[in-house]
Each structure stands twice: as structure tokens, then as C-alpha cells.
């Protein structure tokens, strides 16, 4: 656990600080009032959904790295990134005309007619960062597969730190820029993004982790066998974050119908309980980056014990999460400003709904980190879009337009999805590791 908590704290803080600037561009946009307010969360939704798809793309890098790594193939965790590298720039033009075109989506969800300006030129502002977010993963899944885990923590402090002015200076119009309101939000975190990526890159340039790799030492062409090996992992463990993700995108698109006060509440209660989900998040990426180093070495007794430490570690963060939100909403709430009354009063009672799926939300993305680690990950995928869509979103819309229960019929869907996913995936990864320690020994029986 001592490991697991050394190589994730670094991730927790990084992805905290990350998930820290949409916490500042919520708490400042509640300033310009609920349509701002209300606005931020549909833009925001969508640029994630492209965001999440891209880090699970990118993601198989991480066990790739961890494996070779573990194995002492040096030489190749720098070739096999390189790579990856090849994949980010296909990535590149593909969100681009995501964002760049997004209307017809906005329009098809009928999402406010008052809202929707504004959350469309959020998404055009942001996209000028779509380059340096697909290159930034590359180095940042290189980096925690090798096991030096603090370069995540250090772009997240800078992207805080340079976000906050930031947003400062082009939403509000100071030292002669137009005041741009919600909007400026988007091209703030886009300059944020080329200044990660700029800080990465001459981290793992200088840094003597990173020199053994020899990640820098040439231009490589495209290997195609490699690329597809990356895909084959890649691509199921995108769709599955992407289905877990657009649970939560969806959730907020469809609230957005409901009006500025139900979206606004919304937007902060996913806010806040997405700034604790970092926790779990990065103690997933410790353990898939301690899961692939022991396969690499040959231990997959060690293996499957590393996993099941890392998520009962989680678990008991996630019961002090859980706890936190319930008793503590109405403080929470206030951190955002002088929020409208109705606003403020709703959010309060759906983070009570928030602290509830803290569990199970936490179960289900530690038991995931385990299974990339064992680079299991099309059976995942496949429980993950029964587990949020077949049963989650359906619920949520039942509960939410049937059954008119606004809101909170809309999140107890989401804990329903996430509660099926939490077993599903959890059971998948004792069998995956079971069955794979006694392939190992029947191999070690044959030898002899």
C-alpha cells in the first residue's frame, strides 16, 4: 500500500490541480451569473467527452510502458512511445472537427436556446488546445509507466497556478482585452495546455528517469504492428471510459433541458464530487502502472495482490469522500459564491446523491486500473456499457421525464450504473488474475 500510495499521490495531487481549474472556471463563472453558470457544464461536458475518449486511446501506452519496463526492455518502452506518438497526431484531427462542429449536437439534445451560444464558443475557444492535450498524454502515460509519477503532479500545479489569471484577464476583460464571460474560460485552458506540454516535454528532455529510455534519441516511422498492438488495448479502454464518461456528459446534457437552475446545480455537484474522484482516479493509475511491472518481471501472484491492495485503498478513501459530502453539502455549496437561493438549495441535496455513488464509483476505477494492467480489456469494456447504459442511463431517464423526479432520478441512475459496474469489474479482475497465476504455474510445471 506504501508503493501503491508513493506512486499515486503524485497522480491524486497532479489530476486534483488539473480538475482544480474547472473548479476555479465554475467558481468564477457563478460571478457572471446562472446562464454562465448554466453554460459551462454543457461545454464542458462535451470537450470531455473527446478528452475522455482521448485519454483511453492513449492510456494503452501506460501497461505497454509498465510491461517493457518491468522486463528491463529499456530500449523499446522509448520506441514503443514513439509510437504512440503517431496515434495522438490521427487523434489531433479528429476532435478537432469534434469540437469545431458540435452544433448539431447541441441542437439535437435541444439543450436552452439561451445557453447554447455560449457553450458552443467555449468549445471553439478550447479547441485551439487539442494538439498540446493529445501530445501532453503521450509523455504524461510514458512517464507514469515508467514508474516517476511526479511530472503529472507539476503540469497540474502549473495549469492551476497560470488558469487562475488566466481566466481572470479574458473573462472579465482586464489589461485591454475584450471581457469574453464564460467563453474566455475555453481559451484560457488552452493556453494552459500548450504550457503543460511545453513544461513536460523539457522535463522528460532533461531528467536524468528518462535518459536510459533514450525516448528523444530520433524521428521513427510509423510501425504498424506496433500501432495496432497500442489500438487493440487502446481503443476498448477508450470506449470504455468514454461510456462510463458520457454517462455523466449525457446526465448534465439532459438536466440542461430542464432549465438554467436544475443545470446550474447540477454543474456544481458533479464539479465538486469529480475534484474528490481524483483520488481513486490516480490510485487507479498507480496500480496499473505496479500490475504491469509485476506481469513484466513474471509475478503474477504479486500481480493480483498489488491490485486487490490498491482497491481496498481506495475504498477507504472513498468512505471518508462519501462521508465528507454528506454531512458537509451546505458548506460545500457556499464555496461557490453567492449562488442563487434555488440554485444553491438544489445542489446542496443532490451532493447528498454525489457522497452515495463515491463508493462505487471508486471501486469500479481501481478494479479498471488492475485490468489495463493486465492489458484485460475488451470483456471490461462490454460490462461497462451494460453497467452505465443499459442500466444506468435508462433508469436516469425513466426516473428523471417518467417519473418526473428532475434531477435526482438523474443520479440515482448514475449510483445504479456505477454499483453494477463496481461488481462486474471487481469479479472480472480476481478471475482475470486468477486464471493467470495458474497459467503461470502450469508453464512452470511443464518447464520442469
Not at 510491461?67 to 518502452?77: I, M
Not at 501532453?136 to 503532479?153: C, D
Not at 446534457?253 to 432549465?259: N, P, R, V, W, Y
Not at 464555496?335 to 471508486?362: P, R, T, W
Amino acid at each position: 500500500m506504501r508503493r501503491t500510495l508513493y506512486l499515486a499521490m503524485p497522480i491524486i495531487i497532479g489530476q486534483i490541480a488539473g480538475v482544480g481549474m474547472s473548479f476555479v472556471d465554475t467558481v468564477m463563472a457563478a460571478r457572471l451569473g446562472a446562464l454562465a453558470l448554466a453554460a459551462l457544464p454543457i461545454g464542458g461536458a462535451i470537450w470531455m467527452t473527446g478528452v475522455m475518449f482521448a485519454i483511453g486511446l492513449m492510456l494503452a501506452l501506460t501497461p505497454a510502458v509498465a510491461q517493457l519496463d518491468g522486463a528491463g526492455k529499456n530500449k523499446e518502452v522509448g520506441a514503443v512511445t514513439r509510437q504512440a506518438v503517431w496515434i495522438s497526431v490521427g487523434l489531433m484531427g479528429l476532435l478537432w472537427l469534434f469540437f469545431r462542429f458540435a452544433e448539431p449536437i447541441v441542437v439535437w439534445l435541444d439543450i436552452d436556446s439561451q445557453i447554447r451560444p455560449i457553450a458552443l464558443g467555449y468549445l471553439e475557444a478550447i479547441s485551439w488546445g487539442i494538439p498540446a492535450i493529445c501530445l501532453l498524454l503521450v509523455l504524461r502515460f510514458f512517464s507514469e509507466g515508467t514508474g516517476h509519477t511526479k511530472p503529472t503532479m507539476y503540469i497540474g500545479f502549473l495549469g492551476l497556478l497560470a488558469n487562475i489569471p488566466l481566466n481572470y484577464v479574458l473573462m472579465y476583460g482586464k489589461l485591454g482585452f475584450p471581457e469574453l464571460g464564460a467563453i474566455g474560460c475555453g481559451y484560457a485552458t488552452a493556453i494552459v495546455l500548450w504550457l503543460q506540454l511545453l513544461l513536460i516535454w523539457v522535463y522528460t528532455l532533461k531528467h536524468s528517469h528518462f535518459k536510459a529510455y533514450q525516448l528523444y534519441s530520433g524521428l521513427q516511422k510509423p510501425d504498424w504492428d506496433e500501432i495496432r498492438q497500442l489500438l487493440v488495448v487502446g481503443i476498448p479502454i477508450a470506449i470504455m471510459i468514454s461510456v462510463e464518461g458520457s454517462l455523466f456528459v449525457a446526465a448534465a446534457l439532459l438536466i440542461g433541458k430542464l432549465g438554467p437552475v436544475p443545470t446550474a446545480a447540477h454543474g456544481i455537484a458533479i464539479n465538486f464530487s469529480s475534484l474528490l474522484f481524483m483520488i481513486p482516479l490516480g490510485l487507479a493509475g498507480a496500480i496499473t502502472t505496479r500490475v504491469g511491472n509485476a506481469i513484466g518481471r513474471g509475478d503474477p501472484v504479486g500481480a493480483r495482490y498489488v491490485g486487490i491492495n490498491g482497491i481496498v485503498l481506495g475504498l477507504c478513501f472513498q468512505v471518508i469522500s462519501a462521508l465528507f459530502m454528506f454531512f458537509f453539502a451546505v458548506q460545500i455549496v457556499s464555496i461557490y459564491g453567492n449562488v442563487d437561493l434555488e440554485v444553491s438549495a438544489l445542489a446542496a441535496h443532490l451532493l447528498i446523491f454525489a457522497a452515495i455513488f463515491q463508493i462505487s464509483d471508486g471501486l469500479q476505477v481501481c478494479a479498471a486500473g488492475g485490468l489495463r494492467g493486465l492489458k484485460d480489456t475488451k470483456i471490461p469494456m462490454i460490462y461497462t456499457i451494460i453497467a452505465y447504459w443499459a442500466i444506468g442511463m435508462t433508469l436516469a431517464y425513466y426516473l428523471t421525464f417518467t417519473k418526473g423526479m428532475g434531477p435526482a432520478g438523474m443520479w440515482i441512475g448514475m449510483i445504479a450504473g456505477l454499483s453494477v459496474a463496481a461488481v462486474l469489474l471487481g469479479v472480472r479482475y480476481w478471475r482475470s488474475s486468477t486464471l493467470l497465476i495458474s497459467n503461470h504455474n502450469q508453464s512452470a510445471n511443464d518447464s520442469i
